[in-house]
């Protein structure tokens, strides 16, 4: 007689074990912080003209006496990277907000340096016989027909920058009126900026 075959069924004697899975916190995605880049990208400016009266005789005593009145115990004080001004007066104003300010001053805790909004008058003397005096309107946030309101003015270092250096290329375009001497706009650059009240004192390397 034939065998019959029987079929013999192996089974694994040790179980699968799981190798259990570990749970990843899903990152948020970082908030945009007050002063960087971020808010800047959807905002729009409106920014107003800058006065330039000129070209004033002050005396060497006047000129040392506004310094120390505006540098003796400032509201701020801000140094500054030797910011070219030739450079720096070839930016739009947009330009100088955005990229300049936002990436350069900034305080302790990462945040543009916010000035009360309020026009700013800046006397420049070097390197010049006769002296320039600057006034800094704030610019405003928004569009052309919005009406300018405390919470959509500003003012900050950048723009006075900015302005400061708009106005040394209109000086240097009238040399001979203003006594120019000794160095051409791209020996200049921003080394310091004084802040007090409403009054500004920017020191000049070259």
């Not at 007689?1 to 179980?15: E, F, G, I, P, Q």
């Not at 009266?53 to 005593?61: A, I």
């Not at 350069?104 to 390197?127: A, M, Q």
């Not at 051409?184 to 004084?194: N, R, S």
Request: positive net charge; glycine residues 6%; charged residues 25%.
């Amino acid at each position: 007689m034939a065998k019959k075959r029987t079929s013999k069924r192996t089974t694994s004697t040790t179980a699968k074990r799981k190798t259990p899975q570990r749970k990843t916190k899903k990152r948020k995605a970082p908030r945009a912080r007050r002063g960087t880049l971020m808010p800047f990208s959807t905002t729009s400016y409106v920014f107003p003209e800058i006065t330039i009266e000129g070209p004033l005789e002050r005396s060497y005593k006047e000129r040392e006496a506004y310094e120390k009145a505006v540098a003796d115990k400032p509201d701020r004080r801000i140094v500054l990277p030797g910011i070219d001004v030739l450079t720096l007066g070839t930016l739009a104003p947009e330009q100088a907000v955005r990229l300049f300010g936002s990436l350069t001053l900034l305080d302790r805790n990462h945040r543009l340096i916010k000035l009360p909004p309020r026009p700013i008058v800046c006397y420049l003397d070097y390197p010049l016989s006769k002296s320039a005096r600057v006034t800094i309107p704030p610019y405003r946030r928004g569009g052309i027909l919005d009406a300018p309101t405390k919470r959509n003015l500003c003012m900050y270092p950048d723009w006075i920058l900015w302005a400061l250096a708009h106005a040394y290329q209109a000086i240097y375009a009238h040399a001979d009126t203003y006594g120019v001497w000794g160095h051409c706009i791209g020996d200049l650059c921003f080394e310091v900026l004084y802040i007090k009240g409403t009054k500004a004192y920017v020191g000049i390397g070259s």
